[in-house]
């Protein structure tokens, strides 16, 4: 037939239509000159190019049959593919098929020329189908121009997170002193502000003591590399973040603070030293010697490229520009614990807190340090040695706003927008700027080596697990957070949420027996670590719901991975993943969702029996769907009236987890067809005793297996609780 169309084609006149089918364009064309007669032979007469309506070429491999069109420069083009259905399109991006008409209207070459153009539409919609499924891929999901909308957004971020909060630090000042804005401030942000001008002068008279004094401290080569402002900011939000997560009674140790410190402020001048050298010159008011300055013209030209890619988004490059042009060697731990203790130093000599004017009475303003340093004694009853330790403590009032602090926290490690950047080396991949690391070495400068002098080849199915985790799109569950939220603000002590409010302390007793003192001094030490231990879990929500109220109007965001040094994979933001808490778990979910089918409504109704445990999580798998099928009023109240209902869901052994699975399945059951209602339910399962799991495969163990779910069985297997039987029966 192809032999056959192909004879007959260049004596037919063909016509082209624009509304047929669309086309993929050819691979390649080929140009020949406007007065070759080849295209007065082949060129059909209808098919007169225009503007507005064009026509497309039909290109058969290896045949004659080839259609040109004139171009802009009066050349005309004609496609040639490899593939004998290829179609190229022109005009307007759309394509056009070529329909035959025969002049002696046979019946057969209609026939053939039909069969042609159904093979054509067949193939061009399998080419089309595969593309669309492979630029969707590439962008994660999303359009190109959101895509890149949100890159620009994930960069701004990463980028100018604390020069932002500086510049908001700068505009409240101002705003205070003309309009005296300071006591419509939430309380935490009062603080913030009274301590960053204070703290910026301290930091700046500092700056200026390294640059002119005889005798630098060791801190003095790294003290200046970034303006005071943005110190000052880095200071107070890295060390109030430090007191919020340290899981003491509003301290921290002063080592891991400076380091923490040290580092961010050494990251930030990086990025601001680069900048800063590379910005383009005001050159109004400089003389020809100046202008004509090689040095100055080749700076200008990097900061030229840097804008240019910034704007196409490349970020790779991006980084390699910075890291040839920064001269900057890496500080090292000791010169950041240097640079970091001299500023909370800074910070302690500076910051002060008064109590409300309603709790001082009548007396002199009780003004007094946010901030003490004190040494704690460590023993280690293994060596039978003791080592003292310096720890920051915060003032009891600071203590008390530091669960209101979450709102106002700088947090640099945030869920991305974008996939986060293919993993290719120790130090490449991740967040788009931000330094990410594939292995957390905390330091340990032996395991950084390893894992560099390990061949690549080995490391690239670690890294393809590392970005399939990455790539994993999820977004927050509203009607979950907004439960979370109504238990929080009245007050907690639901759902395994802690009380916001601390138990009071006994009175001293008025007696002198000595038992009745002692008993009551146990008493108040209790009580005092209760509350500790209170106020470490309300940060710790602060910080998590901080994190779901900023990202919960995102279509979706992503979580980079990396692992520890023992191989596990964990997200690199640390307060909102879904390796968290049950807290964090029922507020997530997965943007894309998916028909349940029958297996998922199947494994949905096992998943909320596992949720309500109890007990109830050790039966079989038919009575475990027996025991959800036995309370669908409950899950209908709890879906419906979540507080205001029976609150059956508070009952579960992980509460928040049953709440968003009620809500989804009794959206299922609801619906008209169960099977095709769409599920973006995570259903999380683990291993029995992974580690023993391990030795029973190893050595065969057939009743170590049976032990650990290795082999199948009616219900589920407790490894603790047999070894707990034997011993009673022994």
């Known amino acids: 037939m192809w032999r056959n169309l192909s004879t007959r084609v260049s004596l037919k006149r063909l016509k082209f239509s624009t509304d047929s089918f669309s086309i993929l364009p050819s691979y390649s064309s080929v140009k020949f000159f406007e007065r070759s007669n080849f295209r007065e032979r082949i060129r059909p007469s209808?098919?007169?190019?225009?503007?507005?309506?064009?026509?497309?070429?039909?290109?058969?491999?290896?045949?004659?049959?080839?259609?040109?069109?004139?171009?802009?420069?009066?050349?005309?083009?004609?496609?040639?593919?490899?593939?004998?259905?290829?179609?190229?399109?022109?005009?307007?991006?759309?394509?056009?098929?070529?329909?035959?008409?025969?002049?002696?209207?046979?019946?057969?070459?209609?026939?053939?020329?039909?069969?042609?153009?159904?093979?054509?539409n067949k193939v061009t919609r399998d080419a089309s189908s595969v593309q669309q499924a492979k630029q969707q891929k590439l962008i994660g999901g999303m359009g190109p121009g959101k895509y890149h909308v949100l890159r620009r957004r994930q960069l701004k971020m990463e980028t100018e997170a604390w020069q932002e909060a500086a510049k908001e630090y700068q505009e409240l000042l101002a705003d205070m002193c003309e309009q005296k804005l300071a006591p419509n401030l939430p309380y935490m942000k009062s603080l913030f502000l009274g301590w960053f001008e204070p703290l910026r002068d301290a930091i700046m008279a500092e700056q200026e003591r390294c640059k002119t004094g005889r005798n630098v401290p060791a801190y003095g080569p790294y003290f200046g590399q970034l303006p005071a402002d943005?110190?000052?900011?880095?200071?107070?939000?890295?060390?109030?973040?430090?007191?919020?997560?340290?899981?003491?009674?509003?301290?921290?140790?002063?080592?891991?603070?400076?380091?923490?410190?040290?580092?961010?402020?050494?990251?930030?001048?990086?990025?601001?030293?680069?900048?800063?050298?590379?910005?383009?010159?005001?050159?109004?008011?400089?003389?020809?010697?100046?202008?004509?300055?090689?040095?100055?013209?080749?700076?200008?030209?990097?900061?030229?490229?840097?804008?240019?890619?910034?704007?196409?988004?490349?970020?790779?490059?991006?980084?390699?520009?910075?890291?040839?042009?920064?001269?900057?060697?890496?500080?090292?731990?000791?010169?950041?614990?240097?640079?970091?203790?001299?500023?909370?130093?800074?910070?302690?000599?500076?910051?002060?807190?008064?109590?409300?004017?309603?709790?001082?009475?009548?007396?002199?303003?009780?003004?007094?340090?946010?901030?003490?340093?004190t040494l704690k004694t460590a023993t280690f009853e293994t060596q039978k040695v003791t080592r003292r330790y310096g720890v920051i403590e915060c003032d009891p009032l600071v203590r008390k706003g530091l669960e209101r602090t979450a709102r106002h926290m700088v947090i640099p490690y945030m869920p991305m927008l974008v996939p986060p950047v293919n993993w290719t080396g120790y130090d490449k991949g991740a967040y788009l700027f931000l330094p990410s690391y594939v292995m957390r070495i905390h330091g340990a400068k032996q395991q950084r080596d390893a894992v560099k002098r390990t061949p690549k080849n080995q490391l690239d199915p670690v890294f393809e697990a590392l970005d399939t985790l990455g790539n994993t799109k999820w977004r927050v569950n509203k009607r979950v957070l907004g439960v979370i939220d109504r238990i929080w603000a009245s007050g907690g002590g639901l759902a395994d949420l802690v009380d916001r409010e601390d138990l009071p302390l006994p009175e001293e007793p008025d007696t002198d027996d000595e038992a009745e003192i002692k008993k009551w001094k146990w008493k108040v030490r209790a009580l005092k670590k209760e509350n500790s231990e209170r106020h470490s879990q309300r940060c710790d929500i602060e910080l998590k719901l901080a994190v779901?109220?900023?990202?919960?109007?995102?279509?979706?965001?992503?979580?980079?991975?990396?692992?520890?040094?023992?191989?596990?994979?964990?997200?690199?933001?640390?307060?909102?993943?879904?390796?968290?808490?049950?807290?964090?778990?029922?507020?997530?979910?997965?943007?894309?969702?998916?028909?349940?089918?029958?297996?998922?409504?199947?494994?949905?109704?096992?998943?909320?029996?596992?949720?309500?445990?109890?007990?109830?999580?050790?039966?079989?798998?038919?009575?475990?769907?027996?025991?959800?099928?036995?309370?669908?009023?409950?899950?209908?109240?709890?879906?419906?009236?979540?507080?205001?209902?029976?609150?059956?869901?508070?009952?579960?052994?992980?509460?928040?987890?049953?709440?968003?699975?009620?809500?989804?399945?009794?959206?299922?059951?609801?619906?008209?067809?169960?099977?095709?209602?769409?599920s973006h339910m995570p259903v999380h399962q683990d291993g029995s005793c992974n580690g023993l799991q391990h030795y029973a495969a190893l050595g065969r163990d057939k009743l170590g297996a049976a032990a650990v779910n290795l082999v199948a069985g009616d219900k589920p297997a407790d490894v603790y609780s047999g070894i707990a039987a034997s011993s009673d029966n022994t």
């Open 46 to 120: 209808e098919a007169q190019p225009s503007a507005d309506s064009g026509y497309s070429d039909l290109g058969f491999s290896g045949i004659s049959g080839l259609f040109p069109r004139i171009d802009q420069m009066g050349m005309f083009n004609f496609s040639c593919s490899s593939n004998p259905f290829s179609i190229s399109c022109y005009a307007r991006g759309l394509g056009s098929v070529a329909e035959a008409i025969d002049s002696t209207e046979e019946e057969e070459d209609c026939d053939e020329i039909q069969e042609l153009i159904e093979e054509m």
């Open 230 to 373: 943005m110190m000052a900011v880095i200071t107070m939000h890295k060390l109030m973040g430090l007191l919020m997560t340290g899981g003491g009674n509003g301290s921290a140790r002063v080592i891991q603070a400076a380091s923490h410190i040290g580092e961010a402020v050494e990251l930030e001048g990086r990025i601001h030293r680069f900048l800063e050298r590379t910005k383009k010159k005001n050159t109004s008011n400089k003389n020809a010697e100046e202008e004509s300055d090689p040095v100055t013209k080749e700076q200008q030209n990097i900061r030229k490229k840097v804008a240019n890619l910034m704007k196409k988004q490349k970020v790779h490059q991006l980084r390699v520009i910075v890291k040839a042009h920064n001269d900057l060697k890496p500080w090292g731990q000791e010169a950041q614990i240097k640079v970091g203790c001299r500023l909370i130093q800074l910070l302690m000599e500076t910051a002060y807190i008064q109590p409300p004017v309603e709790q001082l009475g009548d007396g002199p303003p009780d003004i007094r340090p946010a901030f003490m340093h």
């Open 548 to 678: 779901a109220r900023k990202m919960k109007d995102e279509d979706g965001f992503f979580y980079p991975h990396n692992l520890d040094f023992r191989g596990r994979a964990y997200p690199m933001h640390p307060y909102l993943n879904h390796l968290g808490s049950d807290l964090c778990r029922g507020i997530l979910e997965f943007t894309e969702g998916r028909p349940l089918g029958k297996s998922g409504l199947h494994w949905m109704k096992i998943h909320m029996a596992n949720l309500y445990a109890g007990g109830v999580d050790k039966l079989s798998y038919d009575g475990r769907i027996a025991f959800t099928e036995n309370h669908l009023d409950d899950i209908f109240d709890s879906a419906d009236r979540p507080l205001e209902g029976r609150r059956w869901w508070l009952g579960a052994e992980d509460p928040f987890q049953c709440l968003a699975t009620c809500i989804n399945l009794a959206e299922a059951l609801r619906s008209s067809c169960p099977e095709t209602t769409i």
